[in-house]
């Protein structure tokens, strides 16, 4: 979905779609808000979780980064 122009916030319930995605990949919109901690659920991303060039703000959410580790 990257360079879509896509607005608004990153929807929490993207964690539902867990075991059915190896990556996402949001890049070069414009979405907004927060990084969903939920998304640490998502445990089939083997692949990567992309979201650079957005207007995110915010931390980026302990349990993310606990997937890395």
């Not at 808000?33 to 703000?57: D, E, F, H, K, V």
């Amino acid at each position: 979905l990257d360079n879509n122009q896509l607005t608004g916030t990153i929807p929490s319930e993207l964690a539902e779609m867990n075991n059915k995605l190896k990556q996402l990949s949001l890049r070069h919109n414009q979405l907004t808000g927060t990084i969903p901690s939920q998304l640490a659920a998502m445990t089939s991303l083997t692949g990567a979780l992309y979201l650079n060039s957005n207007r995110l703000s915010g931390t980026i959410p302990s349990e993310l980064t606990a997937m890395i580790s």
